[in-house]
């Protein structure tokens, strides 16, 4: 088995909002292997962006450890860390400084890390743009010259320049129409192989993280509800908040729409959660229990763990006959 | 007697003044909607969705406009005519693509749906305006009506949001709606049960639908009809099946293969390039610097040609296709 190169345990994140505390991040654990690729995918508001920053360092966790290689990170991190764990944006808009030209942007790292002398800062940044697939034409450009697909290579090459070990993709090709989409995707695929990378990939589209994530794990409202391999997830999603999401995602043949659950659409929202599972409002199995009492986050199988009472209710048999 | 589209725009061309020069965006769009069908406009950002929407609403003004063509609703001219103004938020409700920035801030959502009911019934008694308000809300949805009435814009999430503006576009039970990317900036989930409504309600009030997307999920959970727009042209039409299970033209397969599945099987290719620049876009097929089919015919016209029922193509690799 890889190594655990990062690992969280039970963070907790919450934030003053006037006299009330919102709790934005609930008891998160996870691992991310040396060379693996996981996704955090959940929806608007469930965490996603607040674990990023955490990890990062940009916000201090209400309680928890984060681990990288085995050791707490020290906050602020130390400029080795800040090297070593890189960071692309969810908006291509605002991910580049506008007076900037993509040669400063990108030759930054450089400098601040002490990776490249000087007088070769042009030739490695015409390098690293030559890897995301952009010419040297783009060097003495200004973001506002850039496509917003062009705009995220350019973050990307930036990351790249630092030399990193992992990588945060928050949501990297969401604003990005889906013939770019694919190609920022490819490209990032392609990067993490040849670098044996790490990837904590942020995203709310399913179809992209089926095909790009070797381990998938569902955040809802700060807590992690399933996760697992990608594979046993999306054959066997267990959660019924894993279920609804599978079942929202809108799909262009009848192959990938047989293979969404069937999910309940005239079913009500009911009363709103207490201290009991977050998705109870929303579940349409939800009882008495689910009110009450939050489910804890158990294997059904191993390496799938679900945090649901009822989890019983939606494994499948393992058939071993064929 | 010859049956009229409730809709039938031909041969819309549309041109803009900007810093760089006039920019022809829409070259010859024709689309046609009958009674009850649900249409589907689908491309990628820039290639002129929303232009095609304000066009048909008579939203667009200003010096620079070049606008040519006709827009026929239930057969009569409604392009730049006073007629629209009577039709839009009556006959025809819009849904427009920033849900945020459409509702007016200063207004309680109450007010802002009243005023709609009030245009089609002027004398309706307040508490029947109300409760035909709230019906409306419960219709796509919301969960606390009362609540979200009371509110203002601000006060609501996206998604509530979204799902105000459609009741607004549907509260007057217009013969067409026309959805600017409905639910676009919204979770799956949402967007889901957005859509689900929608369609819910026109097949109960047999209005028609013009939605604009660029997810083909959606086009294939929605629609009956889909138009595949390039660059500011019509590239493909037809049912939405025909063309899902046959995609014709090098647009629409490269869109199609853009998708990534649910099923797995790796990462799609993608497309190179990008779209055109408008002030000079190439002659012919616009597609052309794009399509690894291209070949010198190609800067010629590409007319429409049918391939299937219902099914038509603007692409010279179907030139010789008989008719069907
Ligand atoms: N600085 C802050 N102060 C107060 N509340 C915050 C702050 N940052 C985040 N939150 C809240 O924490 C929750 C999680 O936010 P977060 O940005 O992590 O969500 P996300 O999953 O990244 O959502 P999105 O998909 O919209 O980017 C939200 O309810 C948000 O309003
Ligand atoms: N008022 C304007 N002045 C100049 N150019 C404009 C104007 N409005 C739109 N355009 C240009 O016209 C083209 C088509 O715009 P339109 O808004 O119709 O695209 P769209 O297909 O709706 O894209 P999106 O999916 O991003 O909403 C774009 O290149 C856009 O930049
Ligand atoms: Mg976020
Ligand atoms: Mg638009």
């Given at each position: 088995m890889a190594d655990i190169l990062?690992?969280?345990?039970?963070?907790t994140k919450e934030f003053a909002v006037g006299r009330k505390r919102v709790r934005a991040l609930n008891g998160v654990s996870l691992g991310l292997e040396e060379g693996e690729i996981l996704a955090v995918v959940g929806e608007s508001g469930s965490g996603k962006t607040t674990l990023a920053n955490l990890v990062l360092g940009i916000e201090m966790p209400t309680y928890g450890d984060i681990l990288y290689r085995g050791t707490p990170l020290k906050t602020p991190r130390p400029l080795h860390m800040r090297r070593r764990l890189q960071y692309v944006q969810q908006n291509p808009w605002t991910t580049l400084n506008p007076r900037r030209t993509v040669f400063q942007s990108v030759a930054l790292p450089l400098a601040v890390h002490k990776l490249t002398p000087p007088r070769l800062w042009r030739e490695r940044v015409a390098e690293l743009l030559h890897l995301v697939g952009l010419g040297p034409e783009f060097l003495d450009r200004y973001p506002h010259a850039l496509s917003?697909?062009?705009?995220?290579?350019?973050?990307?090459?930036?990351?790249?320049?630092?030399?990193p070990e992992m990588v945060i993709l928050d949501e990297p090709t969401s604003a990005l129409d889906v013939s770019v989409q694919a190609r920022v995707l490819g490209l990032l695929l392609e990067i993490q192989a040849r670098f044996s990378l790490s990837y904590l990939f942020i995203s709310h589209d399913l179809a992209v993280v089926r095909n790009f994530a070797r381990r998938i794990l569902v955040l809802y409202r700060g807590q992690v509800m399933e996760t697992g391999p990608t594979e046993v997830v999306f054959r066997n999603p267990?959660?019924?908040?894993?279920?609804?999401?599978?079942?929202?995602v809108?799909?262009?043949?009848?192959?990938?729409a047989?293979?969404?659950?069937?999910?309940?659409?005239?079913a009500q929202d009911r009363l709103g959660p207490g201290e009991g599972c977050p998705f109870s409002s929303r579940c349409p199995w939800a009882q008495e229990l689910c009110w009450r009492e939050r489910p804890s986050l158990v294997p059904i199988q191993k390496s799938h763990l679900v945090a649901c009472h009822f989890a019983e209710l939606f494994v499948e048999e393992v058939s071993h006959h064929g | 007697m010859i049956a009229v589209s409730l809709l039938e725009v031909k041969q819309l061309n549309l041109s803009l003044r900007t810093h760089t020069g006039l920019a022809h965006i829409l070259k010859d769009v024709s689309l046609r909607v009958e009674a009850g069908e649900r249409v589907a406009l689908v491309g990628e950002t820039g290639c002129g969705k929303s232009l095609t929407l304000k066009a048909i609403l008579g939203l667009l003004e200003g010096k620079g406009l070049v606008v040519s063509g006709k827009v026929l609703f239930e057969g009569e001219e409604i392009l730049g005519t006073p007629r629209i103004l009577r039709l839009r938020g009556v006959?025809?409700?819009?849904?427009?693509?920033?849900?945020?920035?459409?509702?007016n801030p200063t207004f309680s959502i109450a007010d802002q749906l009243l005023a709609v009911v009030r245009r089609v019934r002027r004398n309706l008694p307040k508490e029947k305006a109300w409760a035909l308000i709230k019906e409306a809300l419960v219709e796509v949805a919301v969960p606390d009506p009362d609540r979200v009435l009371a509110s203002y814009p601000f006060q609501l999430s996206g998604g509530l949001c979204q799902r105000v503006l459609i009741a607004t576009a549907l509260v007057n039970r217009p013969k067409l709606v026309l959805a600017d990317e409905p639910g676009t900036a919204l979770d799956v989930t949402v967007q889901a049960q957005t859509l689900r409504a929608m369609r819910h309600l026109t097949e109960k009030s047999g209005s028609s639908v013009i939605l604009v997307t660029h997810n083909l999920g959606v086009v294939r959970e929605f629609a009956d009809r889909v138009y595949v727009m390039y660059a500011g042209t019509i590239v493909e039409h037809g049912p939405v099946k025909s063309v899902f299970q046959t995609p014709r033209h090098p647009y629409t397969r490269a869109l199609l293969d853009s998708v990534p599945?649910?099923?797995?099987?790796?990462l799609p290719q993608g497309l190179d390039g990008h779209i055109p620049d408008y002030t000079s876009p190439p002659k012919g097929c616009r597609f052309r610097p794009r399509c690894a089919f291209a070949r010198p015919e190609c800067a010629e016209e590409q007319p429409l040609r049918q391939v299937a029922e219902g099914h038509e193509v603007a692409c010279v690799l179907y030139a010789e296709v008989p008719r069907g």
């Amino acid at each position: 088995m890889a190594d655990i190169l990062l690992e969280v345990r039970d963070l907790t994140k919450e934030f003053a909002v006037g006299r009330k505390r919102v709790r934005a991040l609930n008891g998160v654990s996870l691992g991310l292997e040396e060379g693996e690729i996981l996704a955090v995918v959940g929806e608007s508001g469930s965490g996603k962006t607040t674990l990023a920053n955490l990890v990062l360092g940009i916000e201090m966790p209400t309680y928890g450890d984060i681990l990288y290689r085995g050791t707490p990170l020290k906050t602020p991190r130390p400029l080795h860390m800040r090297r070593r764990l890189q960071y692309v944006q969810q908006n291509p808009w605002t991910t580049l400084n506008p007076r900037r030209t993509v040669f400063q942007s990108v030759a930054l790292p450089l400098a601040v890390h002490k990776l490249t002398p000087p007088r070769l800062w042009r030739e490695r940044v015409a390098e690293l743009l030559h890897l995301v697939g952009l010419g040297p034409e783009f060097l003495d450009r200004y973001p506002h010259a850039l496509s917003g697909g062009q705009r995220q290579r350019v973050a990307i090459a930036r990351a790249l320049a630092a030399q990193p070990e992992m990588v945060i993709l928050d949501e990297p090709t969401s604003a990005l129409d889906v013939s770019v989409q694919a190609r920022v995707l490819g490209l990032l695929l392609e990067i993490q192989a040849r670098f044996s990378l790490s990837y904590l990939f942020i995203s709310h589209d399913l179809a992209v993280v089926r095909n790009f994530a070797r381990r998938i794990l569902v955040l809802y409202r700060g807590q992690v509800m399933e996760t697992g391999p990608t594979e046993v997830v999306f054959r066997n999603p267990v959660h019924p908040y894993t279920r609804l999401l599978l079942a929202s995602v809108p799909v262009v043949s009848e192959e990938e729409a047989a293979l969404r659950p069937s999910w309940p659409w005239d079913a009500q929202d009911r009363l709103g959660p207490g201290e009991g599972c977050p998705f109870s409002s929303r579940c349409p199995w939800a009882q008495e229990l689910c009110w009450r009492e939050r489910p804890s986050l158990v294997p059904i199988q191993k390496s799938h763990l679900v945090a649901c009472h009822f989890a019983e209710l939606f494994v499948e048999e393992v058939s071993h006959h064929g | 007697m010859i049956a009229v589209s409730l809709l039938e725009v031909k041969q819309l061309n549309l041109s803009l003044r900007t810093h760089t020069g006039l920019a022809h965006i829409l070259k010859d769009v024709s689309l046609r909607v009958e009674a009850g069908e649900r249409v589907a406009l689908v491309g990628e950002t820039g290639c002129g969705k929303s232009l095609t929407l304000k066009a048909i609403l008579g939203l667009l003004e200003g010096k620079g406009l070049v606008v040519s063509g006709k827009v026929l609703f239930e057969g009569e001219e409604i392009l730049g005519t006073p007629r629209i103004l009577r039709l839009r938020g009556v006959q025809i409700g819009f849904i427009p693509q920033d849900p945020a920035a459409s509702l007016n801030p200063t207004f309680s959502i109450a007010d802002q749906l009243l005023a709609v009911v009030r245009r089609v019934r002027r004398n309706l008694p307040k508490e029947k305006a109300w409760a035909l308000i709230k019906e409306a809300l419960v219709e796509v949805a919301v969960p606390d009506p009362d609540r979200v009435l009371a509110s203002y814009p601000f006060q609501l999430s996206g998604g509530l949001c979204q799902r105000v503006l459609i009741a607004t576009a549907l509260v007057n039970r217009p013969k067409l709606v026309l959805a600017d990317e409905p639910g676009t900036a919204l979770d799956v989930t949402v967007q889901a049960q957005t859509l689900r409504a929608m369609r819910h309600l026109t097949e109960k009030s047999g209005s028609s639908v013009i939605l604009v997307t660029h997810n083909l999920g959606v086009v294939r959970e929605f629609a009956d009809r889909v138009y595949v727009m390039y660059a500011g042209t019509i590239v493909e039409h037809g049912p939405v099946k025909s063309v899902f299970q046959t995609p014709r033209h090098p647009y629409t397969r490269a869109l199609l293969d853009s998708v990534p599945r649910l099923t797995g099987g790796g990462l799609p290719q993608g497309l190179d390039g990008h779209i055109p620049d408008y002030t000079s876009p190439p002659k012919g097929c616009r597609f052309r610097p794009r399509c690894a089919f291209a070949r010198p015919e190609c800067a010629e016209e590409q007319p429409l040609r049918q391939v299937a029922e219902g099914h038509e193509v603007a692409c010279v690799l179907y030139a010789e296709v008989p008719r069907g």
